[in-house]
């Protein structure tokens, strides 16, 4: 016979689980509507994949799973989709959350499903995959998916198959009920289990005040490597570390697994369910629920649809509410009380419990503390509950996670023997709540931080291109001026002032000017006028009181000056090209006219010129620009000039040469003409 072990505190509170056995299992059937929330378990809710007014199947897909923690939702029983919303759901806040509602057509048509009896001849993975695609999530409470809590890391060896038949709440049943009538599908889950972990032992424990369900295991389990393990009654022994300490006599480490000391833990029911996947083909769409208490007539244990309105199963077991005030999901001990009876039956509903008033009492006001340590006796978890629970009283939450809050299994049994009623439960949960919600404002705030250094950066590279990008047009801007300079003045500022006209008077005359543009350039000269006459005062009180910016201001003086100068000749040349505009409105300098008029009478004579005589006028123009360039060239060696200027001017020279040769040979080839 296996030895079992102790483990620290612990209570024993009155049972009443006699009242809900006395008959079978019933089935709830089928209600008109049923209501099912997409978070039935930890992780990310599931996704619906069916919209408003589908027609659905019994069984048939309804929500796929959102990531690795998290589990789909299947079709209880066939209908028609007649909403996606919110709908309050079974939860002590009394929140709101994202449901299916389907209405019922009562035919209960099933889709095509199978199973594979022969599962032995399924590896691992296919075995996983089933288990996941059926839905089943932890049905002893937690509801941690169960496919993920299998998914056991490489090189995490489990010496240790556990399946917990413990259910040591007082009033639940539906795993003792489940053990006495379907242990056959239990040990059948088991060895699925079994074959997917390879454990070197596999164990069920059972508490000894469960003798039916005990006999009927031992019996269905005789032949296989599966062993029953009977220990004494005590709560809260159904609580995973505490069941493995039990078992196996291993103590799980302060915020570790049972996988880190090699155990895999499982419930009967989750067994079942593995089963009904594996071997029948059935995803999980029900689950036994015990409904008990003095406020109903016949305390019982139904099969029930998942999404069934607690007040239709209520109905069925004779629920008297003028005896109840208050409403519990769970046992005494770690149930919570439901905002209302029309919240849906979910995969971690085990119990509905209706007491009465003097069943049940309402909690009396806490006193203070007396500090007697009885709630220390009691902590399973051997944790320190009033040391917690001043630290709680003054939200000194650093302090609560030194001291293991985490730890903390909520069993109530620090509470239920309190002398001074304090309830010490309420205050870890919520500062295991307002801890979790602080290290998720920081995970968002550090992803803030991160994005804004992001962006940060992202911006600080795109200014660092725009000033490459500004840089490099400068550059070759000033190499293009250097190039022009070198030259000599290859390029005629007035003659490309008169090609632009003229190239502005063609494009009006196509359709394609601008009719604003005389009204842009008048308010340019206007415009920089005015600027230069606000610089120029500027200047001018900067040398009257000795101020260090006068050589700034004379630069930005300057720069306007030659602005307004550019302006009013793109004005006059403008005006023109265009012999239509007032002429009245152009303000041209004296010298950009005078200088028009000497290249206009220039062309003109040009234009009565033999062609010979042209061709000697441009050579000599040639000429003349070479010695220019060549004084430019002999100036810049004598003065030590930048390399690249000397560069750009002995470039210049060279192209004038070349120049010069063939206007040489077209003036030969006109005057042999």
């Not at 309402?362 to 006796?377: E, K, L």
């Not at 994005?451 to 600080?460: D, G």
């Not at 100036?635 to 470039?651: N, W």
Request: aromatic share 4%; glycine share 6%; charged share 25%.
């Amino acid at each position: 016979m296996r030895k079992v072990f102790d483990f620290h505190g612990g209570i024993h509170p009155p049972e009443n689980k006699y009242q809900s056995v006395r008959t079978p299992i019933a089935d709830a059937g089928i209600p008109p509507q049923l209501i099912i929330p997409l978070s039935q378990h930890i992780g990310a809710p599931a996704v619906p994949v069916v919209a408003a007014g589908d027609t659905v199947l019994k069984g048939q897909l309804i929500a796929e799973p959102k990531g690795f923690v998290s589990v789909p939702l299947h079709a209880p029983t066939s209908g028609t989709i007649v909403a996606i919303e919110e709908r309050q759901i079974a939860h002590p806040s009394g929140y709101q959350a994202p449901c299916i509602v389907i209405a019922s057509d009562f035919n209960d048509e099933w889709i095509p499903h199978s199973g594979t009896r022969d599962y032995r001849n399924l590896d691992k993975a296919q075995l996983i995959e089933r288990i996941r695609a059926a839905g089943i999530a932890g049905m002893g409470g937690a509801g941690f998916p169960t496919a993920a809590k299998l998914s056991v890391r490489e090189g995490v060896k489990i010496d240790t198959l556990v399946i917990n038949g413990t259910e040591c709440e007082p009033y639940i049943t539906a795993d003792d009920i489940l053990m006495r009538e379907r242990a056959t599908q239990i040990v059948a889950g088991t060895l699925i289990l079994q074959q997917l972990i390879e454990p070197s032992a596999t164990l069920i424990g059972v508490e000894d005040n469960k003798p039916e369900g005990l006999a009927a295991l031992r019996s269905a389990a005789e032949g296989t490597a599966v062993e029953i393990v009977e220990f004494p009654t005590k709560y809260p022994s159904g609580g995973e570390k505490q069941l493995i300490e039990i078992l196996t006599g291993k103590q799980v480490p302060s915020g570790g697994l049972p996988a880190d000391v090699g155990v895999i833990c499982q419930n009967v029911a989750t067994a079942v369910a593995v089963y009904d996947a594996v071997v029948l083909g059935r995803p999980l769409i029900s689950r036994i629920t015990t409904v008990t208490g003095e406020a109903v007539a016949q305390p019982q244990n139904f099969e029930v649809l998942l999404g069934t309105p607690m007040s239709y199963l209520l109905a069925l077991a004779g629920y008297q509410p003028q005896k109840n005030r208050r409403l519990i999901m769970g046992g005494p001990m770690m149930g919570f009380t439901l905002p209302s009876p029309d919240v849906p039956i979910v995969k971690t509903t085990n119990c509905l419990l209706a007491p009465t008033e003097i069943e049940l009492p309402t909690p009396t006001p806490a006193q203070a503390c007396i500090r007697c340590g009885m709630c220390a006796q009691a902590c399973p978890a051997s944790l320190l509950p009033q040391q917690m629970f001043w630290f709680a009283q003054g939200k000194e939450f650093e302090k609560l996670e030194n001291h293991n809050l985490f730890d903390c299994i909520e069993c109530g049994a620090c509470s239920w023997v309190c002398p001074s009623n304090i309830p010490l439960v309420q205050y870890y949960r919520a500062s295991k709540a307002e801890i979790l919600q602080l290290r998720r404002d920081n995970e968002k705030s550090e992803q803030a931080r991160i994005r804004f250094e992001a962006r940060q950066e992202r911006l600080a590279a795109a200014d660092a291109e725009k000033e490459a990008k500004r840089a490099a047009r400068k550059k070759a801007a000033e190499e293009r001026a250097l190039q022009a300079a070198a030259d000599g003045g290859e390029e005629d500022p007035i003659q490309a002032a008169i090609e632009r006209a003229k190239a502005k008077k063609a494009a009006q005359v196509a359709g394609a000017a601008d009719e604003n543009e005389l009204e842009k350039l008048e308010k340019a000269v206007v415009t920089t006028r005015k600027r230069l006459e606000t610089a120029s005062g500027k200047l001018e009180q900067a040398k009257t009181e000795g101020s260090d910016l006068v050589a700034a201001l004379q630069t930005g003086v300057d720069k306007t000056r030659a602005k307004l100068n550019a302006a009013e000749n793109a004005l006059h040349d403008y005006q023109l090209a265009n012999s239509d505009a007032p002429m009245e409105n152009a303000a041209p300098t004296d010298a950009a006219q005078a200088a028009i008029e000497r290249a206009m009478a220039a062309r003109s004579a040009e234009a009565a010129l033999s062609p010979s005589e042209k061709a000697r006028a441009q050579l000599e123009k040639l000429q003349v620009r070479l010695e220019k360039s060549r004084a430019k060239l002999a100036e810049s060696r004598d003065s030590g000039a930048e390399e690249k200027i000397i560069e750009a001017l002995e470039s210049t020279v060279e192209r004038l040469s070349e120049k010069i040769a063939a206007a040489e040979q077209e003036l030969q080839a006109t005057e042999g003409a």
